[in-house]
């Protein structure tokens, strides 16, 4: 569903992707782990079309990423990012129905998505009038997630989504992104820097060090096998505070 290959980008002097391969077959899920700083989001970025690299390969169902195809990519493509990104002047309902009257869709068959989108993400649909502002962490990143799966994509691009939320709430929605993934069986890749998240939500982890992918695999495989000192401790870390279901984060899996 995504290749990228040897995909390279700089900013200036500064190399942000170093020769990244990367392919993400449909249906399946992958976390791209790594500290602040390490280009995971300018990977998704990349996959999206919003920046264009220097030189390599990008392609989205066997269609190359390019300034012709990419408004067609983005409308396959669900992109979720920290605290929903909502529009501030919009309520919820708004934020939800941009992109479909955009295209064209009529009220009714808005409404009719609406519904079940509400209900899929767990929240009372008298929400929808409210606005950004009116709705806690938890309720604007579960609009977020309906604005990005409004037009039933092929793709969930999710960038730090639960990295605002406390940890409480963001156990809880972790566990209901897990439940909404197996119902759903989408493509998803998922920027995160808490490894247990990753495990919990994911099928593979790719560890991100400085643009590139340093290794690939399963959690448990990361953490019996880690490839360099660098892999070892982001996995030690995670291991004392991640935020993941602790009963479930290492059992995640395929």
């Known amino acids: 569903m995504i290749e990228l290959d040897d995909v390279k980008m700089s900013y200036g002097a500064t190399r942000v992707l170093d020769g990244v391969t990367l392919r993400v077959s449909e249906g399946r899920r992958l976390a791209l782990v790594g500290p602040s700083g390490s280009s995971k989001s300018t990977i998704l970025r990349v996959i999206l079309g919003l920046v264009t690299p220097d ?102 691009l999710m960038d730090e989504p639960l990295g605002a ?48 992918i340093v290794q690939r695999g399963s959690y448990d495989d990361v953490r019996a096998h880690p490839i360099d000192a660098f892999v070892e401790e982001l996995v030690s870390a995670s291991n004392g505070t991640s935020s993941a279901p602790p009963t479930q984060a290492r059992s995640a899996g395929p």
């Open 165 to 212: 939320l406390d940890p409480v709430l963001r156990a809880r929605m972790q566990r209901d992104l897990a439940a909404l993934f197996a119902r759903l069986r989408k493509t998803v890749v998922l920027v995160t820097h808490d490894m247990g998240e990753a495990a919990f939500l994911a099928e593979e982890i790719a560890v991100v060090r400085q643009g590139r």
């Open 55 to 156: 030189s390599g390969r990008v392609t989205f169902a066997g269609t190359p990423v390019t300034k012709e195809s990419v408004e067609r990519i983005r409308l396959r493509s669900g992109y979720v990012i920290q605290d929903g990104g909502l529009f501030p002047h919009l309520t919820a309902h708004e934020n939800v129905a941009l992109v479909p009257r955009r295209q064209g869709w009529s009220r009714e068959r808005i409404e009719a998505r609406a519904q079940v989108l509400f209900e899929l993400a767990g929240l009372p649909t008298e929400l929808g009038s409210r606005y950004p502002r009116e709705l806690s962490g938890g309720q604007k990143q579960r609009v977020g997630l309906m604005r990005a799966l409004v037009l039933d994509p092929d793709v969930l």
